[in-house]
């Protein structure tokens, strides 16, 4: 049994799963049964003045089949009091001392308001301090969340106060709703962060009724934006978190977040830079007791791997990460298609012919339909193998070019050194 605990920026948890600030956070009864379940911790839904949600808030988005592709919200943050959360947030610390508790806050930008959450909430025995700087709506609109998260300035500032007040760590959670997440990652670096975590729900609008033409959801008949979430984020995260990851500007620890179902998920955030990783949307889909299966998982694979400890797999995959003109030029993959295997659907001939290359010729053996790839004009590009219903009907082969390895970036400067 690999060794499952993780240390991010001081704060311990006997696993990296932890469940995000969100519904599923809500209350010490919540987060206590969680705990029970396996999780290895729980960041609070955020802390900070109660609010009023509305009815209704959540939407989703299914695809092909699959429900919950996607998942909008137009929630705020606790419309329960202060005083409920912390006394709750002090029960389950103490029943459960071991597992890591961190506060979600969000309080105007302004240095006495940060400065009286923190004490509150580190006198009750928190592990660490979340700063939400990524709720899209409705505490955007009040000047909070992605309203500050989205100007590198507030977010450096307001990470500074809460560093003049704070003795726990303090991790920044981020707004994908922005042009380049790494400018702000680097501010919350300027500001003092321990941590940052990423990413907090996008902006979206789930969908429009077709017979009422209310928006989804809507109240009362009329519709916001929210915040999305869930498996459709997944790349979009995953590439944010792999950003920040190879910034050496950014040297702190990352909380991966988005789209996160399983412990494969999970493993590609963790090799991608994140030390631990929170999940939502998959245990509002499906419960608490999913994170039986990502502990199993991943303790498979670190096991098959011969890695002892999962905080020896953080960042393993950040150094292939790089920009598209450190890239082979001459790097050559084509598709082999196996006819043994292939059912004739011809689904990759017609997005071949349409679509891509036209390199996927029809022929006819023996009076049977076959398909052969012309590998000089095939250029890899993988669109055949992707639509492809078969496992292994089609696979990319490597082929050993006879020209040297070169990038546009080496090419340019080549051509550059030559016109002088």
Known sequence: MADLRIDLAGIKSPNPFWLASAPPTNSGYQVQRAFEAGWGGAVWKTLGDPILNVSSRFAAVSFNGQRVAGFNNIELITDRPLEVNLQE???TKKRFPHHAIIASLMVEPKQEKWHEIVKRVEDVGVDGLELNFGCPHGMAERGM???????????????????????????????PNITDITATAEAATRGGADAVSMINTIN????????????????????????????????????????????????????????????????????MGATGV???????HHGFSIVEDMIDGL???????????????????????????DLDLNYKIVAAINNDVCIN???????????????????????????????EDCVGCNLCSIVCPVDGAITMVERKSSIPPMTWNERQTLISSLSK
């Open 278 to 284: 929170q999940v939502c949307t998959a245990a509002m």
């Open 145 to 175: 969340g992605s309203a500050s998260g989205q100007v590198p300035e507030l977010v450096e500032k307001q990470t500074y106060w809460v560093k003049e007040a704070a003795k726990t760590p303090v991790i920044v959670k981020l707004t």
């Open 345 to 375: 659907c011809n689904k990759c001939h017609i997005a071949c012919e349409d679509t891509s290359h036209q390199c996927i010729d029809l022929y006819s053996e023996d009076g049977h339909p076959m398909l052969k790839v012309r590998e």
């Open 299 to 325: 303790n498979n694979y670190l096991d098959d791997k011969g890695i002892a400890s999962v905080m020896d797999l953080v960042g393993r995959s950040v150094s292939r990460y790089s920009n598209w003109g």
């Open 204 to 271: 979206s609008l789930a969908g429009v009724d077709l017979d009422t033409w209310n928006t989804i959801p809507h109240v009362a008949g009329k519709g916001a934006h929210g915040g999305y979430c869930g498996p459709a984020v997944k790349p979009i995260a995953l590439n944010m978190v792999a950003e920040c990851a190879r910034n050496p500007l950014i040297n702190v620890p990352i909380s991966g977040i988005g789209g996160i179902s399983n412990w494969q998920d999970a493993t590609e955030f963790i090799l």
């Open 89 to 91: 947030i002090y029960e």
